[in-house]
C-alpha cells in the first residue's frame, strides 16, 4: 500500500500520540514528582508525588503510604489531579477520532471531508491534552523551585527538589504537542477527495445493423 504525504503525517501523529499518551498516564501514577534526601540519614530518600509519598531506605523497603485528604493537599498538587487525569481522557479521545479519520482506516462510509474533519478534532484533542500535561508538571516544578531558593527557610531545613516524574511529564506534553500539530498538518494537505462509489457496468453500445438488415426492417 503507497502512503501519501498525509498518510505519513498521520501515522507519525498517531504514534507520537501513543507515546505522549501512555508517558502521561506512568507520570500519573508515579511518585518521583519531588524528591528529598536528608544529610543527617543518608539511607532514606523521599519522594512524593500525586496520590502516595514513599520513603526509599537502602537495603530495607520503600514503604509508601497514600495521602489520607484531598483538601489537604497544596494548592498544585490538588490542581495537578484533575489536570493530569482531563489530559488522559482528551488524549485517548483524540486517539480514537484520529485513528478512525486517518487514510489507514479504510471505510467507504466516511467520506473524505468527513474524516478529514476527524484528524482535525483529534488533532485539537491532543494538543489540548499537551496543555494539560505540561501546566501541572510546570506548575509543580515553578513551586518547588520557589520553595527550594525561599530565604526564609533556614539552610539547615532539608528542602524538596525536581524529580524524575517531572521530566517525563515534559516528554509526554511534547509527543503529545507534536502528535496533534501533525493531525492538524495532515488535515490541512491536499484537497477534498470525492468518496468512492461503486462502479456501474456500462454495457457496449449496439453494433451498426447490416445494410441488408435495415433494407429488410425497413
Request: proline share 5%.
Amino acid at each position: 500500500m503507497a502512503w501519501s504525504s498525509h498518510g505519513k503525517a498521520q501515522l507519525g501523529g498517531l504514534l507520537l500520540s501513543l507515546l505522549g499518551w501512555v508517558c502521561s498516564c506512568v507520570t500519573t501514577i508515579l511518585p518521583q514528582w519531588k524528591t528529598l534526601n536528608l544529610e543527617l540519614n543518608e539511607m532514606e530518600t523521599w519522594v512524593t508525588g500525586l496520590w502516595e509519598v514513599c520513603v526509599d531506605q537502602e537495603e530495607v523497603a520503600t514503604v509508601c503510604k497514600a495521602f489520607d485528604s484531598f483538601l489537604a493537599l497544596p494548592q498544585e498538587l490538588r490542581a495537578s489531579r484533575v489536570l493530569m487525569v482531563t489530559s488522559h481522557g482528551l488524549g485517548l479521545f483524540g486517539l480514537l477520532l484520529s485513528g478512525f479519520g486517518a487514510e489507514c482506516f479504510q471505510c467507504y462510509r466516511f467520506r473524505w471531508i468527513f474524516k478529514r474533519r476527524l484528524c482535525l478534532l483529534g488533532g485539537t484533542l491532543e494538543v489540548s491534552a499537551s496543555a494539560t500535561t505540561l501546566l501541572p508538571v510546570s506548575w509543580v516544578a515553578y513551586s518547588t523551585i520557589q520553595d527550594f531558593w525561599d530565604d526564609r527557610i533556614p539552610e539547615i531545613v532539608p528542602r524538596w527538589e525536581l524529580g524524575d516524574a517531572l521530566y517525563l511529564g515534559w516528554a509526554a506534553g511534547v509527543f503529545l504537542a507534536l502528535g496533534g500539530l501533525l493531525f492538524i498538518f495532515s488535515a490541512c494537505l491536499g484537497k477534498d477527495v470525492p468518496s468512492p462509489r461503486r462502479a456501474v457496468p456500462t454495457t457496449a453500445p449496439p453494433s451498426c445493423a447490416t445494410a441488408e438488415e435495415s433494407d429488410s426492417s425497413f
